[in-house]
Nanobody, 122 residues
Framework: VQLQAFGGGLVQAGGFLRLSCSAS????????MGWFRQAPGKEREFVAG????????DYGDFVKGRFIISRDNSKNMVYLQMNSLNPEDTAVYSC????????????????WGQGTQVTVSS
């Protein structure tokens, strides 16, 4: 199983980034997918999740309409469009796969990929 997140980088406050996550080694279309983030000295935080079918996305409370999660089951890819970024969004963002119903609990996710660094300057 491999999950690889990419697309992070340095962006100014108010800017945007699109993160991507490629998946292999499991039946991607049967798994809910999630994005989590972890900033230095802070706990891992749920960012967004999407069910296997792509419907009913879920977002962390801090997102406030700024991010959009999507997936392409034909390409085994999940995406996170992040708009109106602010310095508090600085963190390592990771994607994860969950064979159960969509949820926000990191410990339930079975597969994890290495994260991608997002840094937002003020």
């Amino acid at each position: 199983v491999q999950l690889q997140a990419f697309g992070g980088g340095l962006v100014q406050a108010g800017g945007f980034l699109r993160l991507s996550c490629s998946a292999s080694g499991f039946t991607f279309s049967r798994y809910s997918m999630g994005w989590f983030r972890q900033a230095p000295g802070k706990e891992r935080e749920f960012v967004a999740g999407i069910s296997w079918s792509g419907g009913t996305p879920d977002y962390g409370d801090f997102v406030k309409g700024r991010f959009i999660i999507s997936r392409d089951n034909s390409k085994n890819m999940v995406y996170l469009q992040m708009n109106s970024l602010n310095p508090e969004d600085t963190a390592v963002y990771s994607c994860a796969a969950d064979s159960s119903l969509l949820n926000r609990t990191a410990s339930i996710f079975a597969y994890w990929g290495q994260g991608t660094q997002v840094t937002v300057s003020s």
